[in-house]
């Protein structure tokens, strides 16, 4: 099995939007593409995308594929004493169907790490270019301990004489380490954080009933490599000054592949970035949706956020959409994140009337879920350690509470959504509302799913 050429994505945030903005530029201007990215919403099926349109694998190609390669899996279980995840078998099913439906190029999104990931069997040979989005701390204990580590371990992805792009912007020790890494293995860098590279959003707008943020992504790169490109108001679907820098990354990679021979236009990398779009990231739903959750009029906000980078992202793209609106916050969170950073960050972002803990199946089971209860206590602590007064029960209607942000168990998601739009229409005044379902990708799913019936 040998995939046609390979782009190898890693990095702690990003590299699912930036892998899934590179795959619709790449469709744009007419090539097949395999797309590989985790996790999933609502089928494990949207991890696998084949072909020019970007549709999810059918289910008879991903039972077809197991079972032609169930042999070797099984060998593979026996020979690792029954230690083969479902991420490595995933990864095979989607290597081999890359290969068998001969693509023109795969995407490749790692998962945990770059060295040890079970993506990380792509020869020099095979690949086009590595690109290493942002290093963080999240995974922080399996990865090391320390930043340092992390970085070392996604430089893994790293293979000799092939082109790295790198997202960021980085701290510069840690940049450091990652183009350590590309000097010893005699790899040009791309950074998409040059600062010859200027982008900005200049406003948002709304189409088909949901925001977009117009954009100029212009980048001039002189090191190593001679690129450019001018865009102008590019409308981007995903929101965030952070999906501005995973489309300004995808951009790089595609000078990068263009840079190789690849056939990629202007006019295809425009088209490819405005099409993009991921549920559950930064989603404002319509308000069909909301009404069909049985909150007409609300402004309900699905992002699955989980660690403090990405709260602060989910914040600054709420201040970007609605300057002025109150925020009430819907959570529920996997037990093995740091859920006090997260909340902090939260909180220090906006005016935030209610706060609603509930819980959701993490993987399909409650083993890895943190209780409704524990993260009551966590957000009280955070409240109180940002200045911030609490009702944590009683008559919330009351005149007094006016300035008090309430905190509630709610183990119903669907009731806690009510009573978040309730509270926020009764305090806002003249002020707007936003309902913020964020903590994790399963939440947001739960959401997407009642909208499913």
């Given amino acids: 099995m040998q995939l046609t050429k390979a782009v190898h994505i890693a990095g702690t945030k990003g590299k699912g939007s930036t892998a899934t903005f ?6 744009a201007e007419g090539y097949s593409v395999g797309c590989y990215t985790s996790p999933h919403i609502r089928t494990i099926r949207e991890r696998i995308s084949i072909g020019r349109l970007g549709e999810p694998v059918s289910a008879e190609s991903l039972i077809f594929v197991f079972h032609k390669i169930k042999e070797i899996l099984d060998q593979a279980i026996e020979q690792e004493h029954g230690c083969l995840s479902h991420f490595e078998v995933l990864t095979a099913v989607a290597f081999m169907l890359f290969a068998e439906e001969n693509v023109d190029i795969a995407v490749i999104e790692a998962g945990l790490g770059g060295a040890r990931d079970a993506t990380n069997v792509i020869c020099s040979s095979g690949l086009a270019a590595s690109v290493i989005t942002t290093i963080g701390e999240e995974h922080l204990s399996a990865l090391g301990g320390s930043l340092e ?19 960021g912007p980085f701290l510069p020790h840690i940049e450091q380490i990652l183009r350590g890494k590309a000097f010893s293995m005699f790899s040009p860098v791309l950074s998409a954080s040059d600062p010859g590279n200027r982008s900005i959003i200049k406003g948002l707008s709304r189409f088909n009933d949901k925001p977009c943020q117009s954009c100029d992504i212009l980048i001039q790169v002189e090191r190593e490599f ?20 995973n489309a300004v990354t995808a951009t790089c990679t595609a000078l990068c592949l263009g840079n190789q021979g690849w056939r990629i236009s202007d006019r295809s990398i425009r088209a490819g970035l405005e099409c993009t779009y991921l549920p559950g990231r930064s989603q404002f739903l319509t308000y069909k949706e909301a009404e069909a959750l049985g909150l007409p009029g609300a402004t309900i906000l699905l992002d699955g956020a989980h660690t403090k980078e990405s709260a602060k992202a989910l914040s600054d793209t709420v201040t970007l959409a609605f300057p002025e609106a109150r925020l009430t916050v819907v959570v529920a969170m996997a037990s093995d994140k740091d859920h006090l950073a997260f909340a902090k960050e939260i909180l220090l972002g906006r005016k935030v009337e209610a706060i609603f803990l509930t819980e959701v199946n993490i993987g399909g089971d409650n083993i890895r879920t943190t209780s409704a209860l524990t993260l009551r206590n966590i957000w009280i602590q955070a409240c109180r350690e940002v200045g911030i007064n609490v009702l944590e029960e009683g008559n919330w209607e009351a005149e007094e509470s006016e300035d008090k942000t309430i905190v509630l168990v709610e183990k119903s998601l669907q009731i806690s959504m009510r009573q978040g739009c309730q509270i926020l229409r009764a305090r806002r005044r003249t002020q707007s509302g936003i309902i913020v379902v964020t903590g994790s990708l399963h939440i947001v799913s739960s959401v997407l799913g009642s909208l499913q019936g």
């Fill in 226 to 245: 001679q690129l450019s490109i001018e865009l102008f108001d590019v409308n981007l679907c995903m929101l965030g000054t952070h999906q501005l820098q």
């Fill in 22 to 27: 590179l795959s619709n530029i790449l469709r």
């Fill in 149 to 167: 580590s992390i970085a070392r371990a996604k430089s893994g992805i790293i293979k000799h004489g092939r082109p790295l792009v790198l997202g």
